[in-house]
């Protein structure tokens, strides 16, 4: 079997984007003008769709959409061959088979930047691929094998909602008649219908103890950590997502984002998913937290209305930090945790640790509140979901609760 031709990276940031001059990205623009004259038109239908998405929606959704866009029409343009307005049902339910099991020459190992600027020009990192295989912590990957990749049920639906919304943009715009992929979806063959009791990703309440505990204990004996206690605090304290407290076109978290109410209650305000702002309740204990980490950056005790501040500060530079950023603290200290509850407790009992990620802080600190029986419509309004339904489905599980104690006692004979 032929390889197939290798894939170069098609979009850059929203900013480099808007404004883009294709003379800059030498590898791109002969990828565009050699071929087909429709290479182009697709990759500026691309370009408009993703400039609005970048300027309607979060960092994330856009970098989420930018890749989906982007391995779609490399498909089109490399593999296919075929334009987009001439795709029908079939042909989308041949890129989901291209996407369960992807070329080895089109998957790589990690996150690396798409382009790279040598001699003035962005020219296409070579160690990029248009899909990631992604290592557990743990597992080596001085021999990783590719083959193992499989698109996880949430990936594939991913891939199939941001082309959809291509679809309905051009659709919108008269670029294109019509949109396959809403009937290819229901006939796709690796969607299965899900009826799972759903797991939450987690930490024990004794797993969050050595989190927070060795968290402590760097930050007394490092004033730097001081940052990654309040950071692991502040994400599992106010169940935050990792974007809610990092620096992102047009919202920047800063100090004077806690404030007190007449009452003396205080309440941190959160720009949060679907460009909504929220106030999470601080409770009394996070106080201190708030006010060791002040002190040790040389700030007042709490801050002020004025306090422009960042929340989560650089140690060198200035200003705030990007999720990947904050990520790599959280995991640092996980990493930390696994180590020391493993040898006091066994792999069995730290075993979690070792599959964390931020994420599950939000996860934690909501579970616990469930546990510790606060008002579901409460913690709701706090985690920023649309309606109590969504909390109960996502933290609760009332109707499996009920359905597993009522079928405790079932007997075999």
């Given at each position: 079997?032929?390889?197939?031709?290798?894939?170069?990276?098609?979009?850059?940031?929203?900013?480099?984007?808007?404004?883009?001059?294709?003379?800059?990205?030498?590898?791109?623009?002969?990828?565009?003008n050699q071929n087909e004259s429709w290479f182009k038109k697709h990759w500026l239908w691309g370009q408009e769709f993703l400039v609005y998405i970048g300027r309607n929606k979060s960092e994330h959704t856009f970098s989420r959409f930018r890749n989906e866009v982007e391995r779609?029409?490399?498909?089109?343009?490399?593999?296919?061959?075929?334009?987009?307005?001439?795709?029908?049902?079939?042909?989308?339910?041949?890129?989901?088979?291209?996407?369960?099991?992807?070329?080895?020459?089109?998957?790589?190992?990690?996150?690396?930047?798409?382009?790279?600027?040598?001699?003035?020009?962005?020219?296409?990192?070579?160690?990029?691929?248009?899909?990631?295989?992604?290592?557990?912590?743990?597992?080596?990957?001085?021999?990783?094998?590719?083959?193992?990749?499989?698109?996880?049920?949430?990936?594939?639906?991913?891939?199939?909602?941001?082309?959809?919304?291509?679809?309905?943009?051009?659709?919108?715009?008269?670029?294109?008649?019509?949109?396959?992929?809403?009937?290819?979806?229901?006939?796709?063959?690796?969607?299965?219908?899900?009826?799972?009791?759903?797991?939450?990703?987690?930490?024990?309440?004794?797993?969050?103890?050595?989190?927070?505990?060795?968290?402590?204990?760097?930050?007394?004996?490092?004033?730097?950590?001081?940052?990654?206690?309040?950071?692991?605090?502040?994400?599992?304290?106010?169940?935050?997502?990792?974007?809610?407290?990092?620096?992102?076109?047009?919202?920047?978290?800063?100090?004077?984002?806690?404030?007190?109410?007449?009452?003396?209650?205080?309440?941190?305000?959160?720009?949060?998913?679907?460009?909504?702002?929220?106030?999470?309740?601080?409770?009394?204990?996070?106080?201190?937290?708030?006010?060791?980490?002040?002190?040790?950056?040389?700030?007042?005790?709490?801050?002020?209305?004025?306090?422009?501040?960042?929340i989560i500060e650089k140690i060198r530079g200035r200003g705030g930090m990007t999720s990947r950023q904050l990520s790599r603290i959280v995991q640092t200290i996980f990493d930390y945790a696994y180590e020391r509850m493993k040898n006091k407790e066994g792999e069995d009992k730290?075993?979690?640790?070792?599959?964390?990620?931020?994420?599950?802080?939000?996860?934690?600190?909501?579970?616990?509140?469930?546990?510790?029986?606060?008002?579901?419509?409460?913690?709701?309004?706090?985690?920023?979901?649309?309606?109590?339904?969504?909390?109960?489905?996502?933290?609760?599980?009332?109707?499996?609760?009920?359905?597993?104690?009522?079928?405790?006692?079932?007997?075999?004979?």
């Amino acid at each position: 079997m032929m390889p197939k031709p290798l894939a170069v990276p098609l979009f850059p940031t929203y900013n480099e984007l808007k404004n883009i001059d294709l003379t800059d990205y030498p590898q791109l623009s002969e990828l565009l003008n050699q071929n087909e004259s429709w290479f182009k038109k697709h990759w500026l239908w691309g370009q408009e769709f993703l400039v609005y998405i970048g300027r309607n929606k979060s960092e994330h959704t856009f970098s989420r959409f930018r890749n989906e866009v982007e391995r779609f029409l490399l498909w089109t343009f490399l593999i296919k061959e075929k334009p987009m307005d001439e795709l029908r049902k079939s042909d989308i339910l041949e890129y989901a088979d291209f996407c369960w099991q992807p070329p080895l020459n089109w998957i790589c190992l990690a996150s690396y930047e798409k382009f790279l600027l040598e001699c003035g020009f962005y020219v296409a990192n070579k160690k990029w691929s248009p899909f990631r295989l992604k290592i557990s912590k743990g597992d080596s990957i001085t021999k990783p094998d590719r083959n193992k990749y499989r698109p996880s049920q949430q990936t594939l639906a991913s891939s199939f909602t941001a082309i959809n919304s291509f679809y309905t943009y051009l659709m919108n715009e008269e670029y294109c008649a019509g949109n396959p992929v809403l009937i290819a979806k229901r006939d796709c063959k690796y969607f299965i219908k899900d009826a799972q009791v759903k797991e939450i990703k987690r930490l024990t309440s004794s797993q969050w103890q050595y989190v927070l505990d060795v968290a402590v204990e760097l930050a007394d004996s490092d004033p730097h950590h001081e940052r990654s206690l309040f950071l692991i605090a502040a994400l599992k304290t106010f169940f935050l997502r990792i974007s809610e407290l990092s620096e992102r076109s047009g919202w920047s978290p800063i100090m004077s984002h806690f404030w007190e109410d007449d009452d003396g209650n205080w309440w941190l305000k959160i720009y949060g998913k679907g460009r909504k702002i929220r106030d999470v309740t601080v409770p009394v204990h996070f106080v201190e937290f708030l006010k060791r980490y002040r002190l040790s950056r040389g700030l007042s005790g709490l801050p002020s209305q004025g306090d422009t501040n960042p929340i989560i500060e650089k140690i060198r530079g200035r200003g705030g930090m990007t999720s990947r950023q904050l990520s790599r603290i959280v995991q640092t200290i996980f990493d930390y945790a696994y180590e020391r509850m493993k040898n006091k407790e066994g792999e069995d009992k730290a075993r979690k640790l070792k599959e964390a990620s931020a994420h599950w802080l939000r996860h934690t600190g909501a579970s616990l509140e469930i546990e510790r029986g606060r008002s579901l419509k409460d913690l709701s309004e706090d985690l920023g979901h649309s309606s109590m339904a969504t909390t109960d489905t996502v933290y609760v599980h009332s109707e499996d609760k009920k359905r597993a104690a009522s079928g405790k006692e079932r007997k075999v004979n």
